[in-house]
């Protein structure tokens, strides 16, 4: 007799779960990774601390651009008092100059000194924000020596061991990978 109802086919296959979302997570600078805070299987949130790299070398970098800027401030002071001394002698050549008191060398020599002056106090000032610039540029290289959780979810894969130096220069290496495990997938083949 015929009724109404489902039919189902069923067909066997070997397919592969993996995650609707994934991450991996690589190191953006060089050196040795010195410490993993996560294992795999761990749950993480994002912004969590996951890696550190030893990060000695951008300590260095940072610190020797912040010695230089103070260098180069504490200059600033000696370049002002040269400027504020080259305007009092320009202004005292001007003054002479109007009383046919001196020599045309000697006012060309004050002009002169005034905008070599001006040129050199201009000139730190832009080494200054030039330094401050390289000074950002290796705080951000300091701070990806920590690496963090881009997003939430769990630990799949470690690819990277504690000690293990990793080279950013060629590629960006791969340490670990974070996967959402809330929505899986299948990936088979069906005849």
């Given amino acids: 007799t015929a009724t109404i109802g489902s039919i189902e086919n069923t067909i066997s296959s070997a397919g592969t779960l993996k995650p609707s979302e994934y991450v991996d997570v ?6 040795q990774l010195e410490k993993l805070y ?3 299987g761990d749950v993480v949130e994002a912004g969590q601390l996951l890696a550190e ?9 940072v610190e020797a651009s912040r010695a ?11 370049r002002e008092a040269v400027l504020a ?3 009092t002698n320009a202004e005292r050549q001007e003054r002479l ?3 046919d008191a001196t020599s045309q060398l000697d006012y060309d020599t004050a002009i002169s000194n005034l905008a070599s002056a001006e040129a050199g106090l201009i000139q730190l000032q832009k080494q200054i924000t030039q330094a401050r610039a390289s000074l950002v540029s290796d705080e951000t290289e300091l701070e990806f020596a920590r690496i963090y959780a881009p997003m939430a979810g769990t ?9 293990r ?3 950013a220069n060629q590629q960006a290496p791969t340490i670990l990978r974070l996967a959402n495990l809330s929505t899986m997938t299948v990936e088979a083949e069906i005849s």
């Fill in 53 to 61: 790299i030893d990060a000695r070398t951008q300590q260095s970098r």
């Fill in 155 to 163: 630990v799949v894969s470690i690819e990277m061991n504690e000690g």
């Fill in 165 to 167: 130096t990793l080279n």
């Fill in 85 to 87: 001394l080259a305007k």
């Fill in 38 to 40: 996560v294992e795999v």
């Fill in 26 to 31: 690589g190191a953006q600078v060089s050196g």
């Fill in 68 to 78: 230089a800027i103070e260098a180069q401030e504490a200059q600033i002071n000696s």
């Fill in 97 to 99: 100059k109007a009383a």
